[in-house]
């Protein structure tokens, strides 16, 4: 009777916990106490690494602030920062940033954590005096247990955060400086699932059933055996689709152990990238029929395969992969992590077509990985940009015999279970890969990742995977005289992954008979937004060949945004696509860029600050080339017809048209036609070469002799008005939600003037604050940070961000000798 009492308190309690989960397992934060964020009410000094020294005291001068943090992207650029013009000319340094706070008595018994998910860089943190530990990698999360330091109740604690980012140059790129992701305090029972404890596989998916394994490390802090139930349960949203399912065992003091449980969930709804379906698992501890920790897993269902002949297959479906190449910085708001930016640039992005993002070159925000989950995108998340060779003098190379074990151990843990990744690199073009140097640190690198997870194929991004004589290419293939990088003949990739040279791309069936092909990294098409060569200007300056010296080009530092200009390791963007399409056994590509980036700025160096490669600007508006790949990737109508029409009399000028949906697109100048073009063979655009009339440029695309589209681009007169439009008029006050406000410069009849480039002042009222500015001008000094910014080609974009309260926010915008506009946004 005593036995049949307990099992039913221990099944009524189970009944209960799973009605409590399945009311409330959408709701931000179900899970009470275990991680809440600890962002708030920092104070942060920044020291002067060349004239103070590496101290801090009763006298030291602190500011408060919110995490996340990027310092640098708040100073001056600078001709002889340290960084470089590769690391965008903005300084680094060394910052210290401590925060007060108290924990509870009753938590007394409880293991309190903090959990750092990226510190950019050399990390060392102390709590209440005690030193916790240092991490030299900005790119990876990490935790240490406070709980054995802590004071409870009403006496304070204090944690202290050293960053030290001031020798440079240490990143190719703009690497930004501070706590510039999240922060996390996290308690648990000492009985609990540790810290990126769970790993879900789907081991079997059919259209009936899938089988889920779901493995959790359990840890047993107290100083006696613990009897503990484990349960698990699957929910699809407020639904639960498996029962619990229920272990019983014992662990000893001070002890952890490996639980796996399997469960089949029937008629799945499988994770793609038009629908990405996600499922949660609920792990809960209970000792004595209580709970005593929970635990949290999304996850994805999915089947996909790389294959020698057909590429991609993902559920059955061959999908190429259309992706880019993503720097972490967020613009204008530098390195410190914003969820509804990346969120931004993610929609950006999906609006043209693309499916696919790769972390280049290091591991990224937790929060990218959930979008790219919720959003679907196929994801390359890489690990490292060099192993043991520098590609700068401070750079990671300093610290990868004591920390690239470890890291790349983390980086794995954490984010095995987003269904959106479907590609580890472990590097992208290492020095050392043409040698038996870099086939050993391969072995190494590649038995890591298998022991953390054999689920999905393992690539390294080449420069190239062959040893190219370019001049000679089809030549070279054709006598199967090829010499291979020594990685890529190896054995040891699961994808060969090439960086360029997509002239090869077409042998790769016969060089790598065994192994599929991945384009890790494309293009290096090279645009400013809104400006132009003339037909001379592109002949004289520009011309379209590949090993031009790229140190050459036009006064200003433009580039001209027709698709003509590229890097010399590079293509144009229609070039490497046209290949990419052709051939069914090339899986997809992942072009340098979709954003522009902040640092490494090729065709120049100083006074370019930022980069040309994106599709789409520093600021977040596209390029024409955008529209190329809308065309070609997206069912959307597309027509869209390039330059603008403000020009001198007379003035040739190359007219572009992107569409598809249609057979033909006729141009018309003030209503007179100046010819019907179609698109011939493999061309991915239509051009016409005519004098420049002031008036209207009007474009129709048709099909069947029908009209489809319908563009008009018009001569703009003097700028006369500013007008704001907000992607977003309301917004959460939570102090963090966005809200970006595109300003257009426009004439009496509100056409875009496109030479504008007046000075915009802006004013904020209300619960809010202006968080950036940006033109995505790469020659810009102006500080991000400001109140006040000069327009790109007509545009510029102001950053609102939210306060704490609901209420209005009232951006006003002026500028010299233009009406003002105002614009309100709604906070609730």
Not at 320 to 338: E, F, Q, R, T, W
Request: hydrophobic share 35%; with cysteine.
């Amino acid at each position: 009777m005593k036995t049949t009492f307990k099992y039913l308190s221990r099944l009524s309690v189970l009944i209960f916990s799973a009605m409590f989960l399945l009311s409330s397992c959408s709701k931000e934060n179900t899970f009470s106490n275990r991680k809440i964020s600890f962002n708030a009410d920092w104070s942060f000094h920044l020291n002067d690494s060349l004239t103070n020294k590496d101290t801090i005291g009763t006298s030291t001068k602190w500011r408060t602030l919110d995490l996340p943090h990027d310092w640098s992207i708040e100073g001056k650029f600078d001709e002889k920062s340290s960084a470089g013009y590769g690391g965008g000319s903005l300084n680094g340094g060394l910052g210290w940033y401590k925060k007060t706070f108290k924990i509870a008595k009753e938590d007394i018994n409880k293991i309190i954590s903090i959990t750092f998910d990226g510190v950019y860089k050399n990390s060392e943190v102390w709590i209440n005096g005690h030193y916790l530990g240092k991490r030299p990698n900005g790119y990876i999360g990490f935790q240490y247990e406070l709980s054995p330091y802590l004071n409870y109740g009403e006496k304070t604690n204090e944690i202290i955060v050293k960053v030290d980012n001031s020798k440079q140059p240490n990143s190719r790129w703009y690497s930004g400086s501070g706590i510039f992701r999240n922060v996390w305090l996290e308690t648990t029972d000492k009985l609990h699932v540790e810290h990126w404890g769970t790993y879900v596989t789907t081991p079997k998916v059919t259209a009936e059933k899938a089988s889920v394994n779901i493995e959790t490390r359990i840890q047993n802090d107290h100083l006696e055996s613990k009897k503990l139930t484990l349960v698990t349960t699957i929910y699809k949203e407020d639904k639960k689709v498996t029962s619990g399912s229920t272990t019983y065992i014992t662990l000893t003091p001070k002890s952890g152990t490996l639980l796996n449980v399997k469960a089949e969930v029937e008629s799945p709804v499988l994770w793609s990238v038009e629908k990405p379906e996600l499922y949660t698992a609920i792990t809960e501890i209970l000792v004595d029929d209580k709970i005593v920790d929970q635990y949290k897993t999304n996850f994805g269902i999915r089947e996909f395969k790389f294959d020698l002949n057909k590429g991609f297959i993902l559920n059955g479906k061959q999908v190429k992969i259309k992706g880019v190449c993503m720097h972490h910085d967020l613009g204008p708001l530098g390195s410190a992590i914003n969820t509804r930016a990346i969120e931004r640039q993610l929609e950006i992005l999906k609006e043209m077509g693309v499916n696919g993002i790769r972390t280049s070159h290091n591991p990224p925000a937790p929060e990218l990985l959930d979008l790219c989950d919720k959003m679907g995108f196929i994801v390359m998340d890489e690990a490292f940009d060099m192993w043991k060779q520098n590609k700068t003098k401070y750079d990671y190379a300093n610290d990868w015999d004591k920390w690239h074990r470890i890291d790349l151990g983390d980086q794995l843990r954490r984010d095995r279970n987003h269904p959106s990744i479907f590609i580890w690199s472990i590097g992208n073009e290492i020095p050392e890969q043409w040698n038996e140097t870099g086939v050993e640190i391969a072995k190494e690198l590649a038995e890591i990742v298998r022991i953390n997870d054999k689920t999905r194929p393992l690539t390294a991004a080449m420069n190239p995977p062959v040893n190219m004589n370019i001049d000679a290419v089809t030549l070279q293939f054709e006598k199967k005289n090829v010499q291979f990088n020594a990685i890529a003949k190896s054995g040891i990739l699961d994808l060969i992954g090439y960086n360029y040279a997509h002239q090869t791309y077409e042998y790769h069936q016969k060089n790598f008979p065994n192994t599929p092909f991945i384009a890790t990294e494309t293009t290096s098409g090279l645009e400013t937004r809104g400006y132009y060569d003339t037909v001379s200007d592109t002949i004289k300056k520009w011309p379209v060949r590949w090993d031009l010296k790229f140190t050459e080009g036009n006064p200003g530092n433009t580039v001209s945004a027709y698709d003509q200009v590229q890097a010399p390791w590079g293509s144009t963007h229609e070039a490497t696509w046209k290949v990419i399409k052709k051939h069914d056994f090339l899986s997809g590509m992942y072009i340098w860029t979709g954003f522009d980036y902040i640092g490494e700025p090729t065709p120049y160096e100083w006074p370019s600050v930022s980069s040309y490669f994106g599709i789409v600007d520093l600021a977040g508006f596209p390029k024409d080339v955008y529209y190329m790949y809308q065309s070609e990737w997206t069912d959307k109508t597309v027509l869209h017809i390039f330059p603008h029409w403000n020009w001198k009399a007379g003035q040739t000028v190359d007219v572009w048209a992107y569409y598809n949906n249609a057979d033909e697109v006729e141009l018309f100048v003030n209503g007179k036609s100046v010819g019907k073009r179609s698109k011939k063979g493999d061309d991915l655009h239509v051009m016409w070469r005519i004098p420049f009339q002031a008036g209207t440029l009007k474009a129709i695309s048709r099909k069947n002799g029908k009209t489809v589209l319908e563009k008009e681009i018009k001569t703009a007169g003097n700028p006369s008005q500013l007008k704001l439009t907000a992607d977003r008029s309301t917004i959460k006050a939570d102090k963090n939600d966005l809200s970006f406000v595109t300003v257009d410069i426009l004439d009496d009849k509100e056409t875009l003037v496109p030479n504008a480039n007046n000075e915009i002042n802006f004013s904020l009222t209300g619960n809010g604050k202006i968080v950036g500015v940006c033109s995505g001008d790469p020659v810009s000094h102006e500080s991000y940070k400001g109140n006040k910014h000069t327009a790109l080609a007509g545009k510029c974009l102001v950053i609102v961000q939210s306060g704490d309260k609901t209420g209005r926010v009232e951006l006003t915008a002026k500028a010299k000798g233009l009406k003002p506009a105002t614009i309100v946004i709604t906070t609730e």
